[in-house]
T-cell receptor
Framework: QKEVEQDPGPLSVPEGAIVSLNCTYSNSAFQYFMWYRQYSRKGPELLMY????GNKEDGRFTAQVDKSSKYISLFIRDSQPSDSATYLCAMDRSGNTGKLIFGQGTTLQVKP | ETGVTQTPRHLVMGMTNKKSLKCEQHLGHNAMYWYKQSAKKPLELMFVYSLEERVENNSVPSRFSPECPNSSHLFLHLHTLQPEDSALYLC?????????????FGPGTRLTVL
């Protein structure tokens, strides 16, 4: 069983839709949960991170963590064509081990 | 230059060649990382350097040899690679400390082994 599972998609939605991206994990020791965005021919960039369970909002993006279910989500409201990218979830036991465990990534296309 | 840069951006090599990938970070960080990103697979952490010392080696074959001459530069020396080593090789850097430690990634080197 992979430590982190993420549906690779691709996921295609119309502009303005609400997008839900998800990951499940098996290691209950994970405490920090991250979402990275990777555009084509670029390296990943950090979108948001969350410590332990709960929600975090940043503009059109909301990250949710449910540690009891070992399930994390990223919601994108009012999706835009510029949101078209691959979204990677990543996890760490503490915030600074440097040993991130990534999901496979979900490719999102937002159509105008 | 800003952020994390990687050269070359694309590399094609034969199985008997020797080549090197270069990474440079302009962020004043003291930890650097090599990752491998293959199609349909999660990013795999290969090596971690902290204060120029290797602190992690995730069972990477010896045909990959990292070098960190100072905290700003990281190299990945390649020799006698296999076609399955074709992938995007990403470098990242961070500043470890208390609390959350964000990793900043370079654009990657797309490697093709013939």
């Amino acid at each position: 069983q992979k430590e982190v599972e993420q549906d690779p998609g691709p996921l295609s939605v119309p502009e303005g839709a609400i997008v839900s991206l998800n990951c499940t994990y098996s290691n209950s020791a994970f405490q920090y949960f991250m979402w990275y965005r990777q555009y084509s021919r670029k390296g990943p960039e950090l979108l948001m991170y969350t410590y332990s369970s709960g929600n975090k909002e940043d503009g059109r993006f909301t990250a949710q963590v449910d540690k009891s279910s070992k399930y994390i989500s990223l919601f994108i409201r009012d999706s835009q064509p510029s949101d078209s990218a691959t979204y990677l979830c990543a996890m760490d036991r503490s915030g600074n081990t440097g040993k991130l465990i990534f999901g496979q990534g979900t490719t999102l296309q937002v159509k105008p | 230059e800003t952020g994390v840069t990687q050269t070359p951006r694309h590399l094609v090599m034969g199985m008997t060649n020797k080549k090197s990938l270069k990474c440079e970070q302009h962020l004043g960080h003291n930890a650097m990382y090599w990752y491998k990103q293959s199609a349909k697979k999660p990013l795999e952490l290969m090596f971690v350097y902290s204060l120029e010392e290797r602190v992690e080696n995730n069972s990477v074959p010896s045909r990959f040899s990292p070098e960190c001459p100072n905290s700003s530069h990281l190299f990945l020396h390649l020799h006698t690679l296999q076609p399955e080593d074709s992938a995007l090789y990403l470098c990242a850097s961070s500043q470890p400390g208390l609390g959350f430690n964000e990793q900043f990634f370079g654009p990657g080197t797309r490697l093709t082994v013939l």
